[in-house]
């Protein structure tokens, strides 16, 4: 074999390796925390006021694993008002497994049974209201 078939066979090999990489890539799952992540993006402001005036609260929300459930108690002081709002509980790596569900309350807990998540690092959005003012708690949970 002459130099100028090698030449040849490292150029084929060279493309042949570099449409596979397109093909890989391309065929790859990219997740997303939001589809529409830029129109969330323009409502930050807004999540960032909602954070502060959770943080003025005394006595927070508390989100976590109890008994098979991921327990949600809001604040004591909000036990005879309605609270409503939505509660978001996703996956960063699966966005297939994320959990919506519309909160609209007067007893100031949730229990969401664990056996409807799959195993793994689940982040609990809270967005809710009381009495015209906007909350938003954010917490960690991880399902064994």
């Not at 490292?10 to 570099?18: D, R």
């Not at 569900?101 to 793994?120: C, H, R, V, W, Y």
């Amino acid at each position: 074999m002459n130099w100028g078939n090698r030449i040849l066979l490292l150029y084929l090999a060279f493309v042949a390796l570099i449409i596979t990489l397109v093909v890989v890539s391309v065929r790859q799952n990219i997740d997303l925390v939001a589809p529409d992540y830029y129109a969330k993006e323009l409502n930050f402001e807004t999540d960032i006021q909602k954070m502060k005036n959770e943080a003025a609260l005394v006595e927070k929300p508390k989100v976590s694993l109890i008994d098979g459930n991921i327990n949600i108690v809001f604040p004591s002081i909000f036990a005879n008002k309605n609270i409503e709002g939505k509660l978001l509980v996703y996956k960063p790596s699966d966005a297939k497994s994320d959990y919506t569900q519309t909160i609209d309350l007067a007893n100031g807990m949730i229990n969401l049974p664990i056996k409807e998540f799959s195993a793994g690092m689940r982040k609990v959005k809270i967005d809710w209201k009381v009495d015209s003012i906007s909350y938003l708690t954010e917490a960690v949970v991880v399902i064994p």
